[in-house]
């Protein structure tokens, strides 16, 4: 396991028995902790390949107390790290080996649901999936579907601008929430959006949104919630190929189709996956699709017939329809699983998560296939095929520090040639500190400055979550002089370069 070396504010080391004691006096007795063995749990999230101790762990329960330690922390020039629940794949609640961890899981009260509204007022630490419980009896859901929709907070989605399955169609997190309020690292309140349908003045709420902790912490957020569909239902696509899948999503778009869900997996994945759940997979394809309509039962019986003949056409070896509610349910635990059914095949996995033009699917899959040969890794593939949001897992053995340092090469490059396709270095875990040396690639020295400027208009100091997602222009430089090789520019056609 490494301990990852973060760009640092420049405030000078704080005494630990002061910040210690300064913290005691504002939260109760169990709300701190700082003995080693207390603090080692909240080590790492769900990156767990880089790992660092805090000095302390706050864990406030109101939002008096974590005004109060955030006003505490500024007086005394102690960075924050903001935990939700500690799902995160990109390492962006890594805390800081001079800082404090803000631990918000005891906020996980929801607020207000209401049903005329349509909306859901819930603080930071409340489940994803608890959301759409509490809305159940209204007939409402909340759209947003991560796959760690049970465990992940809403807080932690707000940071990430998280997805799901059915994000296609219902969108982000930034798609449904209106409004965010919270706390900036001295302490002042702060309400970005509202609860009309635009609020005034700049769209901040949509600056905030993705910020990964930057910007302030959020306390309490407004969702909007969506009447229940009357009815949905599931294919199942099989391809012989990969290049076949990917060509197919795109003709679904090209079609008019919109499905609620579009999602495909490789057959390595589906072989893991149905070893794991059984849900019915066909292990003799080399992809399939997932492809999913929900709406009035007449819609979704049109809707589904159409996706069988473009898909049929794009060269679907079989379609499956499912014919009942446990069914459809079936097929999506099974994409829901892929990530704990790959940690049953290898002892770790690394998760990429890039963005490409569905245009370009099988062009990057066809890419990864040759990468593993390079690296000597296996690689599986499940992502969100409907918007290009790829989730490549890396297996590797991190107890061998040399697979370690080839898995994280073959995610760079990953990264690197989404970037090149036409894509992004991130899709809704985030960049933390996993793709800081990425967003050297993605970014040119202008466009990070105007980022780190908007960091600084919200916190000065430097102080929430330094060395996370903005890399610094020093380690740009750094990184630079590595993408020379052989004395020429990797992807030398990019405009960045």
């Known amino acids: 396991m490494q301990s990852a070396t973060l760009d640092q504010p420049p405030a000078a080391t704080p005494d630990p028995q002061a910040v210690v004691q300064a913290l005691r006096a504002v939260l109760p007795r169990h709300g701190l902790l700082w003995e080693a ?4 749990p909240y080590e790492c999230d769900g990156l767990t390949a880089y790992r660092q101790r805090p000095m302390a762990v706050a864990l406030p329960e109101n939002n008096e107390q974590v005004q109060a330690v955030l006003k505490t922390c500024h007086r005394l020039g102690v960075p924050i790290v903001a935990r939700g629940a500690g799902t995160g794949l990109s390492g962006g609640a890594l805390p800081h080996a001079r800082g404090i961890t803000l631990g918000l899981s005891r906020l996980n009260r929801i607020l207000k649901v209401d049903p005329l509204a349509r909306t859901a007022t819930v603080q930071c630490g409340v489940r994803n999936a608890a959301v759409s419980e509490a809305a159940a009896p209204h007939g409402l859901y ?20 998280a997805g799901g399955v059915h994000c296609l169609k219902y969108g982000l997190t930034v798609h449904n929430v209106l409004a965010v309020r919270g706390f900036t690292m001295d302490g002042e309140p702060f309400e970005l959006g509202g609860e009309a349908m635009d609020a005034p003045g700049l769209d901040l709420l949509a600056v905030f949104i993705g910020s990964e902790g930057l910007l302030g912490v959020a306390t309490e957020i407004v969702v909007r919630l969506r009447p229940k569909p009357l009815l949905a239902r599931c294919v199942m696509a099989s391809f012989a190929s990969v290049r076949d899948a990917g060509d197919a999503v795109a003709r679904i778009i090209g079609a008019g189709i919109i499905p609620a869900g579009l999602e495909m997996m490789d057959q390595p994945m589906t072989a893991a996956v149905e070893d794991f ?12 699709l997932l492809c999913e309509s929900d709406g009035t039962p007449h819609e979704v019986e049109e809707e589904i017939a159409r996706m069988e003949d473009v898909l049929r056409a794009a060269g679907a070896t079989r379609c499956v329809v499912s014919d009942s509610e446990p069914q459809r349910l079936k097929f999506w635990s099974g994409r829901k699983n892929a990530f704990p059914a790959s940690g049953r095949i290898s002892p770790d996995y690394l998760c990429m998560d890039s963005t ?14 040759a990468m593993q040969d390079r690296h000597g890794l296996r690689c599986v593939n499940v992502f969100h095929a409907g918007d290009g949001n790829l989730h490549p897992l890396i297996l590797f ?15 760079a490059e ?24 990425s967003m050297c690639v993605q970014f040119t020295e202008a466009e990070r400055e105007q980022m780190l400027g908007v960091k600084a208009a919200f916190d000065p100091a430097g102080l929430l979550n330094p060395g996370k997602a903005i890399p610094s222009l020093n380690r740009c430089a750094e990184y630079g002089k590595q993408l020379v090789r052989g004395g020429v ?9």
Not at 356 to 369: K, T, Y
Request: proline share 5%; hydrophobic share 40%; charged share 25%.
């Open 397 to 411: 053995d991190a107890n061998d520090p040399d697979q370690l340092h080839r898995a994280e090469a073959f995610g």
């Open 414 to 437: 990953i990264l690197e040639t989404s970037v090149a396709l036409g894509g992004t270095v991130t899709g809704e875990h985030g960049v933390g500190v996993e793709k800081l040396n």
């Open 37 to 40: 063995e207390d603090t080692t």
């Open 489 to 497: 520019w990797a992807f030398p056609d990019l405009e960045r370069f």
């Open 356 to 369: 490409i033009p569905r245009r370009r699917l099988a062009d990057m899959l066809e890419a990864i296939v």
């Open 142 to 161: 909340y759209a947003p579907d991560p796959s760690s929709q049970i465990a992940c907070s809403i807080g932690g989605n707000v940071a990430e601008n």
């Open 277 to 288: 759940v059984k849900a019915g997979y066909d292990l003799d394809a080399a992809a399939i």
